[in-house]
Every structure is written in C-alpha cells, then in structure tokens.
C-alpha cells in the first residue's frame, strides 16, 4: 500500500462544472495535508493547506479533511479550462518535515 | 523576484560525469528541501536542511549524492558518475520559520537533468 494514494485519472470535467479529487493515506498520524497543481513541465505550486478536520476554502478551491476515515479532498468549482494540470496531494506525518506525496490527478477542463 | 530559484534550469550530461545544481531558497527561510520527480510520479524526498545542518537524508541518497547548504543560505546537490536512471526533475523548496506549524513549502522551477 502506498502511504498516499490518488486515482491517476484524467478525471474530464466540462467547463464550469464542479471538479472532485481524492486521496487517502496510511499514517493516522499524519498532521499536515497540502494540494499543489502542476502544469506540465512546471514545478508543482502550493495551493491548499489543511490541518484540521473539516472544510477550508480559498476562491473556488475547498478542502476537505477527515481524520478519521484518512482521507483528503479537494473540490474546484467553476471549473476553468485553466484548472487542467496534475493536482498533487502531500502529508507531513507525525514528528516529520518531509513531504510525501501522491501519484497526482490528472484534470481535464473541457470548454 | 522572491521565490526559490534554481540553477541551471536544464542540464544535458553524459553518463560517467558529475553534476551539481544550486537552489537559492525564498529569503529568511530556514528551512530547504530537495525532492525529485520522475516522469508520471509525485515528487520524493531526498534530503533536507534546517539552517546549515543536513538533518535527514533519503534512502534514495546514495553514496554518488552530496548536498551541502555550507552558511545556511543557498544550497548545492552534487551527483557524482551520474546513471541514466538520475534522468529526473531535481526539486528544491524552502519553508519559512515564522509559522513553523504550518509546514508549507514552497518550490522552485526545478533542474531537469537528461543522463546520456
């Protein structure tokens, strides 16, 4: 089992529509979950952090993060064509420093 | 610019000869990381710096890889006799320590090196 774990996708999404992406992960004691996107041949740039359970949003992005069940979430509505990347998710486990990082999800914003 | 920068951006080299990159992280961070990423996959961990102090290192570290980050500002990776297989996107980030608990880190364009 890998400690964190995303569908590859590409998840296909028309423009405008609500885009929905998972990720679980295997330390219960992990204490820190980040998104970051990536366009191609770029570095991955930071754009949700969330740390404690329940909902956190920022424009049209909002995560989403139970402890409990060890999964997190990440929604982006108004979908735009500019949204297609590959969005990454990342945990910090207990007492750590390191990012450990999920295969990504694919997005792809049809107009 | 503030961000992290990186240096050089590509890097084309033949199997057998050294390499070293540089990461100049975001001012006042105290904290660097260098990661890499290979084609399809998330980043992963190599090492990391608080300060000048080399305070974990991968596994995926071997003995060909150096870092050094020698006054605790801009850091150097240094692979030695490299493989095809370190054909890869070397990563640095850099955190800040005035919000230590929150843990965000922040990249830099990355090196892509290509191994002949």
């Known amino acids: 089992q890998k400690e964190v774990e995303q569908n590859s996708g590409p998840l296909s999404v028309p423009e405008g529509a609500i885009a929905s992406l998972n990720c679980t992960y295997s330390d219960r004691g992990s204490q820190s979950f980040f998104w970051y996107r990536q366009y191609s041949g770029k570095s991955p740039e930071l754009i949700m952090s969330?740390?404690?359970?329940g909902d956190k949003e920022d424009g049209r992005f909002t995560a989403q993060l139970n402890k409990a069940s060890q999964y997190v979430s990440l929604l982006i509505r108004d979908s735009q064509p500019s949204d297609s990347a590959t969005y990454l998710c990342?945990?910090?486990?207990?007492?750590?420093?390191?990012?450990?990082f999920g295969g990504g999800t694919r997005v792809l914003v049809k107009p | 610019d503030t961000g992290v920068s990186q240096d050089p951006r590509h890097k084309i080299t033949k199997r057998g000869q050294n390499v070293t990159f540089r990461c100049d992280p975001i001012?006042?961070?105290?904290?660097l990381y260098w990661y890499r990423q290979t084609l399809g996959q998330g980043p992963e961990f190599l090492t990391y710096f608080q300060n000048e102090a080399q305070l974990e290192k991968s596994r995926l570290l071997s003995d060909r890889f150096s870092a050094e980050r020698p006054k605790g500002s801009f850091s150097t990776l240094e692979i030695q006799r490299t493989e095809q297989g370190d054909s890869a996107m070397y990563l640095c980030?850099?955190?800040?320590?005035?919000?230590?608990?929150?843990?965000?880190?922040?990249f830099g364009p990355g090196t892509r090196l290509t191994v002949l």
């Open positions: 990342a945990v910090i486990k207990a007492a750590g420093n390191k990012l450990t």
């Open positions: 980030a850099s955190s800040s320590p005035l919000n230590p608990g929150l843990q965000e880190q922040f």
């Open positions: 969330i740390y404690s359970n």
């Open positions: 001012s006042e961070h105290n904290r």
